[in-house]
């Protein structure tokens, strides 16, 4: 399950989780991070977006999504970190971040 971008790299492949990242730091999608469960179903996701730096500070979005085994709906959680501060924000806002940030969002 790779993303179907052309500069994604495989960066860590273990038993039970997967990484890829992108060759470059620019803007947008930047990491993906997959883990099974026990059973090597998908267990959860994490994708890392790269905003653009302000105040020479770093900034990011990364939103995690459990999937459910019983057939209800998805779990995602949505933070945005800046340096050293993070904060959990909604679905909303970060579609509001990539608009501003003329970032797609793929998720």
Same mark, same amino acid.
């Given at each position: ?6 500069? @994604? ?8 989780? =997967?990484? @890829? ?22 267990? @959860? ?8 730096? =302000? ?11 459990? #999937? ?25 806002? =970060?579609?509001?971040? #990539?608009? =501003? ?7």
């Amino acid at each position: 399950m790779s993303p179907t971008r052309i500069n @994604w790299q495989p960066h860590y492949r273990g038993s039970d989780d =997967a990484e @890829w990242s992108k060759e470059d730091s620019s803007p947008g999608h930047q990491r993906k991070l997959i883990f099974l469960d026990s059973l090597h179903r998908l267990g @959860w996701e994490e994708d890392t977006y790269n905003l653009k730096r =302000a105040d020479s500070v770093d900034r990011y979005v990364n939103i995690r999504t459990y #999937f459910s085994k019983s057939g209800s709906v998805d779990s995602s959680y949505y933070m945005y970190e800046a340096g050293m501060n993070n904060k959990m924000i909604s679905h909303s806002q =970060a579609d509001s971040i #990539f608009k =501003a940030e003329k970032i797609q969002s793929d998720y």
